[in-house]
């Protein structure tokens, strides 16, 4: 079966044997294993996180960026004076 390219989003850099290796290596190398180790590697995608297959080891490195709903990068918490003192 192998994986789809939707599996594998943009904001994800993964390293085969200590390569940065394109969305098309690994989707090529995919067809060879079978269900239980696409279900695994999928999972590592989503997470992060270093694992081998067939004697090729996977480095899964995720950049995450926090947007809001317009796609800007959010500011964080905004306090309001006089909101942190109690009575």
């Avoid at 695994?40 to 090729?56: E, P, S, T």
Wanted: no cysteine; aromatic share 6%; glycine share 10%.
């Amino acid at each position: 079966m192998g994986l789809s390219p939707q599996s594998i989003r943009s904001n994800v850099l993964i390293q085969m044997n200590g390569e940065y290796v394109k969305k098309e290596t690994i989707i090529s190398l995919s067809k060879n294993w079978n269900d239980k180790q696409i279900s695994y590697f999928r999972k590592m995608v989503q997470q992060g996180g270093n694992l081998k297959i067939n004697g090729d080891l996977f480095e899964i490195t995720i950049n995450e960026n926090i947007l809001n709903s317009r796609g800007e990068k959010d500011g964080g918490i905004i306090t309001i004076p006089g909101e942190d003192e109690r009575f």
